[in-house]
């Protein structure tokens, strides 16, 4: 499997698991495509032609290598950091990272459609919210939401480390948005499954989870209530693991009566104070575990057998190809995404 081959397995296998549905993924494209015809032609060169190929393009190859290569040796680690460049310089290795840097971190305000467009799962695009349709309230949110991480992440340096991947000869991939998706749908099926009762049961049942069991011998970090006690019954769940960031404050005002509990990944302080102040439980699924069981899981379905992973970065292989299948044929995937 060469670099450009698994790029392109990575963008199909997120199609699969996208929570929208893969439909929403080509409709997506199929806008941009529209909006990049409609720009005057001098501007097009700058629109990033990985934008009508990739519906995910905080998922992308951001440094690529000269020439065509095999994918024969990956580092893998959750963060870009020097010392993992360098380690895969040292092990002659491609360079995998969850948290996009470089062309993927300024697109990061892309994914954001991908959280709000599932939303409607919730129901939240039917009644009223402050006054207004619930679904053009939801689009106004989406809007300020990439509006605010674009400002945000396009103030960085982005290059800073690509560059210096760039200076050591290192190819450099990330897997953003399509690994979270993979957490997402994989935790989502096993909680419809197990039926947790209570928010302790919601723990419990995150820890049969190999990637946070790791987590919690290794580094004491595990799932935990937020907010609620162990034993408050769980009621309507909405499960929180894919976005640019926090899921902005306003999200709870169209939440309030329709969900009884959140999980996620992380949580600030506002979005912990706008859970309260609408009576959401909160159950914390530790950010790091969370993000290696996407990328596992992810690699599980699209990475060659031979290939040899040298994990790093808070990043820790575990190896159960089949447990997403496994828990598919357990739980009728017919009953809902
Ligand atoms: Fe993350």
Request: hydrophobic share 35%; proline share 5%.
């Amino acid at each position: 499997m060469n670099l450009q081959e698994f790029y392109t397995s990575a963008i199909e296998a997120g199609k699969k698991c996208d929570p929208r549905g893969r439909s929403a993924a080509n409709k997506d494209l199929r806008k941009r495509r529209q909006e990049y015809d409609n720009l005057p032609k001098h501007r097009r060169k700058y629109f990033g032609t990985e934008l009508l190929e990739n519906p995910y393009p905080d998922s992308l190859i951001i440094v690529p290598p000269h020439e065509d290569i095999e994918v024969k040796r990956l580092v893998i680690s959750i963060d870009g950091a020097q010392y993992v460049i360098k380690y895969a310089r040292d092990k002659d290795a491609i360079l995998l990272t969850h948290h996009p840097e470089g062309i993927a971190e300024a697109n990061l305000h892309l994914a954001w459609p991908v959280y709000f467009d599932s939303l409607r799962q919730l129901g939240i695009t039917d009644g009223m919210v402050e006054g207004i349709p619930a679904g053009h309230y939801i689009k106004k949110i989406r809007k300020r939401a990439m509006r605010e991480d674009k400002e945000d992440w396009q103030g960085d340096n982005v290059e800073l480390l690509p560059d210096y991947a760039r200076l050591v000869g290192v190819p450099w991939v990330t897997m953003h948005t399509i690994a979270d998706m993979y957490a997402h749908a994989y935790v989502k099926r096993l909680l419809e499954h197990e039926n947790p009762k209570t928010l302790g049961d919601v723990v419990d049942v995150l820890m049969t989870i190999k990637e946070y069991q790791v987590g919690a011998m290794e580094s004491r970090v595990k799932p935990w209530v937020i907010l609620g006690g162990e034993k408050r019954k769980t009621g309507k769940i909405m499960l929180d693991m894919i976005g640019g960031g926090e899921p902005p404050e306003k999200i709870f005002n169209a939440l309030a009566g329709r969900i009884d509990t959140i999980i996620v990944m992380h949580a600030d302080k506002d979005l912990q104070a706008a859970s309260k102040k609408n009576k959401v439980a909160m159950v914390c699924a530790s950010h790091i575990q969370s993000d290696t069981l996407g990328m596992n899981l992810l690699l599980s379905d699209i990475l060659p057998d031979d290939v040899e992973v040298y994990p790093t970065g808070g990043f820790r292989r575990v190896e159960d190809p089949n447990r997403m299948k496994e828990l598919m044929q357990k739980y009728d995937v017919t009953k809902g995404k």
